[in-house]
């Protein structure tokens, strides 16, 4: 079966602060793909990143950075010297083919940073 | 104009009336989605649609039904609305290869 569990529900830093959000997955295809969302206080989601299961090179933009490992299944996403407005819930999502091309999301994380 | 675009954004609706949340999209994609986000929950799954001639339940259909009137276009309705169908609802798009996905602003659906 396909599953994404991010394990911490919510996590409260203080500004500048760094903060890692993890996400584990679970799915038997060969070819899929994960994404993380943001969704700020107003409700919309945001794009963050996508990776497909064959580019395990992990990324950075900006304070951004994404962690890709294959052989954990994990996906997690590292918030470098954290800001106020960073405060949102994160969502970490699989997708792709094989699954009847349904999203599945994990249960979102909260991240409430502090001034 | 937004990728993809829902109406209405916020609704208030009496127990037992019937509402249809609108979603058009503008990225030429053949599957769509609709979602539904509870606090603590995530988004679940309530039907999708891969062609017009291909619509499917997802994980929590009963209570609603959807429309595909056109590749652009996919309705959900709540037939009878109830309380505990009180969520944000997201319609979303996808390609054919599950690649890249696009989200609706979102409907705030309160049932009183």
């Known amino acids: 079966a396909q599953k994404v569990t991010q394990a911490q529900t919510e996590i409260s830093v203080v500004e500048k602060e760094d903060v890692t959000l993890d996400c584990v997955y679970e799915?038997?295809?060969?070819?899929?793909?994960l994404f993380w969302y943001k969704q700020p206080p107003s409700g919309e989601l945001v794009f963050l990143i996508r990776r497909n299961s064959f580019d395990e090179q992990n990324e950075i933009s900006g304070r951004y950075s994404w962690n890709f490992q294959k052989s954990t299944s994990s996906f997690n996403f590292t918030i470098t010297a954290s800001q106020v407005v960073d405060s949102a819930v994160y969502f970490c999502v699989l997708g792709g083919n094989n699954q009847g091309g349904k999203l599945i999301f994990g249960q979102g994380t909260e991240l409430s940073v502090k001034p | 104009d937004a990728d993809v675009t829902q109406t209405p954004r916020n609704r208030i609706t009496k127990t037992g009336k019937r509402i249809m949340l609108e979603c058009s999209q503008t990225k030429g994609h053949d599957r769509m989605y609709w979602y539904r986000q509870d606090p603590g929950l995530g988004l679940r799954l309530i039907y999708y649609?891969?062609?017009?001639?291909?619509?499917n339940k997802g994980e929590i259909s009963d209570g609603y039904s959807v429309s595909r009137q056109a590749q652009a276009k996919f309705s959900l309705s709540l037939e009878s609305a109830i309380p505990n169908q009180t969520a944000l609802y997201f319609c979303?798009?996808?390609?054919?290869?599950?690649?890249?996905?696009?989200f609706g602003q979102g409907t705030r659906l309160t049932v009183v």
């Open positions: 799915t038997r295809d060969t070819t899929y793909y």
């Open positions: 649609s891969f062609d017009v001639k291909d619509i």
């Open positions: 979303a798009t996808s390609d054919s290869g599950g690649t890249v996905a696009f």
